[in-house]
C-alpha cells in the first residue's frame, strides 16, 4: 500500500505541470468535445509509458539519447506549428456551440490526441525516466504497486480536469469568451514552441 500511495503522489506531482497536452485536454472539456476518449487516451498512455519505464528503463536509458530527443523536439515543433495555424484559421469563425463542436471526427481527435501525447519528449522523461529511474532498486511487487499508484494519479488527474471542465463550459458559452480562450490556447502554445526551440539550440 505504501508503494501504491509513493506512486500515486509521486506521479501527480510530475502531471500537475501545465502543458500543451494538458491543455488540449481542458479545451476538449469545454468544447463538450470527446471528452472520456480524450481523457482515456492520455490516460492509458501515461500507464503504458510509466510501466515500460519501470520493468525497461536501464534499456531505454541507453538509447534515448540527445539525437532520439531532438527527433522528438522538431516533430513536437511541427506538430504544434499546425495545430496553432488550425487554431488561426477558425479564430474568426463564429461559433455555434450546439453544433459546431460536435463536427469534428472521433478519429482526427483521437490523432490529435496521440500527437500532444507521444510527440512530447517530456511525457517520457517523466513515465519513461523519472519513474523508471526512482523505480529502479524496488522489487517486483514494489514496482507493480508503485505504477499501479502512478496511473491511478494520471487516470484521476486527465478525467478531473476534462470533466471539470466541461462543467465550467456553461461559462464559456458566448463567442467573445471562446475567443479569449482561443487566444491563450494559441499564445500557450507559441511560448511551448519557443522553449522547445530553446531546448533544441542547446543540445
Do not use: R
Amino acid at each position: 500500500m505504501e508503494y501504491t500511495l509513493l506512486g500515486f503522489f509521486t506521479g501527480l506531482s510530475l502531471i500537475l505541470a501545465i502543458g500543451a497536452q494538458n491543455i488540449f485536454v481542458i479545451e476538449q472539456g469545454l468544447k463538450k468535445q470527446y471528452i472520456f476518449l480524450v481523457c482515456f487516451v492520455c490516460a492509458i498512455s501515461d500507464l503504458i509509458l510509466i510501466f515500460i519505464g519501470i520493468f525497461i528503463f536501464q534499456f531505454f536509458s541507453k538509447y534515448f539519447n540527445n539525437v532520439i530527443e531532438l527527433l522528438f523536439n522538431l516533430a513536437l515543433v511541427i506538430f504544434l506549428i499546425h495545430f496553432i495555424y488550425s487554431k488561426i484559421k477558425t479564430y474568426k469563425v463564429d461559433v455555434n456551440f450546439e453544433t459546431n463542436f460536435t463536427t469534428v471526427t472521433t478519429l482526427n481527435i483521437f490523432l490529435k490526441t496521440l500527437g500532444f501525447t507521444y510527440l512530447n519528449p517530456h511525457v517520457y522523461s517523466d513515465t519513461v525516466f523519472f519513474l523508471g529511474n526512482f523505480s529502479k532498486d524496488f522489487n517486483l511487487d514494489q514496482k507493480i504497486h508503485f505504477g499501479l499508484g502512478a496511473s491511478i494519479a494520471s487516470f484521476l488527474f486527465f478525467f478531473l480536469i476534462g470533466y471539470l471542465a466541461k462543467f465550467f463550459s456553461k461559462f464559456a458559452s458566448n463567442y467573445n469568451i471562446w475567443k479569449f480562450i482561443n487566444l491563450f490556447v494559441i499564445s500557450f502554445m507559441i511560448v511551448i514552441i519557443i522553449f522547445v526551440i530553446m531546448n533544441i539550440i542547446k543540445t
